[in-house]
DNA sequence: ATAACAACTTAGGTTAGTCTAACAAAAAAG
DNA sequence: CTTTTTTGTTAGACTAACCTAAGTTGTTAT
């Protein structure tokens, strides 16, 4: 019989920004993983060390890193924590997709499951978070939704939006301002080719320009 | 215009446990903290030291320890936030009363003043927790309840019970075994002399008898 | 009043998590 | 292929939060 051997709050968060980095799979540069958490290079090297002590990381000097296993696993239900709280906070108790991302990075350090199985089956074990960003299941796994990007398409294509690939506060009070939603349908009337700005059409018949920046937060899904 | 200095959990934690023991205005001996809160002396002591830097308490060498006005009102901010956080699991996510304090000791620190404006909202601002506590309110202050316990009730005294004296797990699972919960009606039949035992009637005609231990947790109402 | 004991404080050590400064390696530029 | 720049590592310092060991103060018991 293992001991079940708990991370701190800190420990998650290097866990986590480096499956966000890497889908869990791939390997990422130290500096994009200290960048991505706001530390300095040498705080981010200690704790490589004692992650790798762990087996949670894999890293030998001036390589990239890697999640093992273990921490791959940890990391997608810490994820799953995060992203089952915004939900919860959307779905139950009234908050905007703008203003649950800074809490659920709270709260997704509690100690108990049961908590969690609880927001799980409240919401009916969904499959995306408020933003459209899949949540891992209880065992870690998660299905890769490769949707392509809005910038990605072509003129005259119709979109449903499917997610946005970036939850900053101010990307999504911009949208909340334009009313853009998830599930919204739109078709692409011009693309602009040297800013790369898109004139697009909505399901109520508004038409918008896009800039580029924002064409390439809103991920989108073909229809009909 | 000040600065909002915010307190680590810890300190928190610290100053919570001095208001549970004081009521928020009685002086307390430094060992009755440091066992309430599993530390050691020197832990308490130097945390004191920080803590009286801060004016949050007022303590001198080998005196007891006292909360500050400013010391109080962010205690009682903290129980606020935690008997909010036990309502809203008990009444919007489906726990027992036995199952919550530990979860809202990690709850109670989230740094979110809309979380907790959410919360009591859905909740409809309640007044007291699962456990028949008082809920501060939003600038501090409460609305101090001294019920009596059932063990200084008299025979064939008419009686609700209110309120829980110890939230513990073991004990609240002895209570849910017998059907015990806040709001049920009893009558004293008789009272053992040389163990403080009570036989009690409930409103469903069982006739039960609780030890002394048991009904010196019990805080109970006079009815008709 | 003095001894014994409990409560409190001080000194100093540990671990987690951060930083700056200095140095080493790798990558990019020339 | 050097030189320069960027990236990564090591060393060492700092704060928060804890501890043990040792000494002080205050309180009870004889
Ligand atoms: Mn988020
Ligand atoms: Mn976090
Ligand atoms: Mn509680
Ligand atoms: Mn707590």
Not at 46 to 70: C, F, G, N, Q
């Amino acid at each position: 019989m293992y001991f079940y051997r708990v991370n701190s709050n800190t420990e998650e968060n290097y866990l986590k920004a480096i499956y966000l980095l890497t889908d869990g799979i791939r390997e990422v540069n130290p500096k994009d993983v200290s960048e991505h958490l706001g530390v300095k290079m040498p705080s981010l090297n200690s704790m490589m060390k004692r992650l790798a002590e762990k087996e949670l990381v894999s890293h030998t000097s001036y390589k990239p890193i890697k999640l093992t296993d273990k921490g791959r696993k940890i990391a997608a239900l810490i994820i799953r924590k995060h992203r089952l709280t915004e939900m919860f906070l959307v779905e139950r108790m009234g908050f905007g997709w703008e203003e649950v991302h800074e809490i659920a990075e709270q709260i997704e350090h509690i100690k108990s499951p049961l908590f969690f199985q609880k927001m799980n089956e409240i919401l009916g074990s969904p499959k995306q978070d408020p933003h459209g960003s899949p949540i891992p299941d209880a065992n870690g796994e998660v299905a890769e939704m490769n949707y392509p990007k809005l910038s990605e398409s072509k003129e005259n294509q119709k979109l449903r939006l499917v997610a946005v690939n970036n939850s900053s506060e101010d990307f999504l009070k911009f949208l909340n301002a334009r009313d853009i939603s998830l599930g919204l349908e739109l078709k692409v009337l011009d693309i602009e080719s040297f800013d790369g700005s898109m004139s697009v059409e909505f399901a109520d018949q508004r038409t918008q320009t896009l800039s580029q920046i924002v064409c390439d937060r809103l991920l989108v899904t073909p229809i009909k």
